[in-house]
T-cell receptor, first 111, second 114 residues
Framework: GDSVTQKQGQVTLSEDDFLFINCTYS??????LLWYVQYPGQGPQLLLK?????NKGISRGFEATYDKGTTSFHLQKASVQESDSAVYFC??????????FGAGTKLTVKP | EAAVTQSPRNKVAVTGGKVTLSCNQT?????MYWYRQDTGHGLRLIHY???????EKGDIPDGYKASRPSQENFSLILELATPSQTSVYFC?????????????FGKGTRLTVV
């Protein structure tokens, strides 16, 4: 079945540092790849999506890309701020139209 | 943005008791989902639905049932709750398509089974 692997459990950066989070996926169909952000006490919120058609998504300074050759997708931001501290999840929509999520990356940005 | 409302927001249940978690969405999405969130596991798919009357097993369905009586409502049922089902449960609704995929989550239900 469809699966997603997100190995970076925690990332600690300073303000203005570069952020890069990587996920790998497995599916037998054309995927839609999603990035969610979750703040304490809240549900996940959709941040970005990438499809095989558009290859890239951009929102709020974040950029999402994917690499079909290595079946990986990435979230990056050139200059993080303290307010970006949160948990970031990658997700795959493949077969069955049911998103599968990675384990999450907790980002802490120090001022 | 789609509104997804979960109730209750917090629940304490006794081992062996029946628990029903409710979810309502107001954006007329066909698909609805139930996940549980535990530290180190992210969000794991329990059950999902393609529309009224439809329920499908996700990746961890054992010990859970689901019910989709209408387009708007999707319930998760624990017939015999166990302490291992202590978790935060999220409901989501969405539409899936190459160009217009959107999936929105509720605020979650914190369930403690004692």
């Amino acid at each position: 079945g469809d699966s997603v692997t997100q190995k970076q459990g925690q990332v600690t950066l300073s303000e203005d540092d570069f952020l890069f989070i990587n996920c790998t996926y497995s599916t037998t169909t054309y995927p839609t790849l999603l990035w969610y952000v979750q703040y304490p006490g809240q549900g996940p919120q959709l941040l970005l999506k990438v499809t095989t058609a558009n290859n890239k998504g951009i929102s709020r300074g974040f950029e999402a890309t994917y690499d079909k050759g290595t079946t990986s997708f990435h979230l990056q931001k050139a200059s993080v701020q303290e307010s970006d501290s949160a948990v970031y999840f990658c997700a795959l929509v493949g077969n069955n139209n049911a998103p599968r999520f990675g384990a999450g990356t907790k980002l802490t940005v120090k001022p | 943005e789609a509104a997804v409302t979960q109730s209750p927001r917090n629940k304490v249940a006794v081992t062996g008791g029946k628990v029903t978690l409710s979810c309502n969405q107001t954006n007329n999405h066909n698909n609805m989902y139930w996940y549980r969130q535990d530290t180190g596991h992210g969000l794991r798919l329990i059950h999902y639905s393609y529309g009224a009357g439809s329920t499908e097993k996700g990746d961890i369905p054992d010990g859970y049932k689901a019910s989709r009586p209408s387009q708007e409502n999707f319930s998760l049922i624990l017939e015999l709750a166990t302490p291992s089902q202590t978790s935060v449960y999220f409901c989501a609704s969405g539409e899936i398509g190459q160009g217009n995929t959107e999936v929105f989550f509720g605020k979650g239900t914190r369930l403690t089974v004692v």
